[in-house]
């Protein structure tokens, strides 16, 4: 099993930076890609970021030149640095692991609320 746990992240103004981590723990011998999701009240739960194994990196359209996704392999760390924080930006972080088999592992979400 893989356990994943969020931090950082809370109230920040528009414009503004916060950067949030996910610890993994468990094994990772199967894992394909580490990712940051985030769903807000009434909406679908979107993919913000992903990194692949192999260091290759995907956000969306919303996020892309704002956020920055990274991963430290050995001490089993995923980051995602956001910048130039909007309002809609607001929502539910959960990181995830996926398996090579498409098992999608998550953590339990920290907050950010963008407002001033």
């Known amino acids: 099993q893989v356990q994943l746990v969020e931090s950082g992240g809370g109230l920040v103004q528009p414009g503004g930076s916060t950067r949030l981590s996910c610890e993994v723990s468990g094994s990772m011998v199967n894992i394909n890609y580490l990712g940051w999701y985030r769903q807000a009240p009434g909406k679908e739960r979107e993919e913000v970021a992903r990194i692949t194994t192999r260091g290759v990196t995907t956000y969306t359209d919303s996020t892309r030149g704002r956020f920055t996704i990274s991963r430290d392999i050995a001490n089993k760390r995923l980051n995602l640095q956001m910048d130039n924080l909007k309002p809609e930006d607001t929502a539910i972080y959960l990181c995830?692991?996926?398996?090579?088999?498409?098992?999608?592992?998550w953590g339990q979400g920290t907050g950010v609320t963008v407002s001033s």
């Open positions: 995830s692991a996926v398996t090579y088999y498409g098992h999608v592992y």
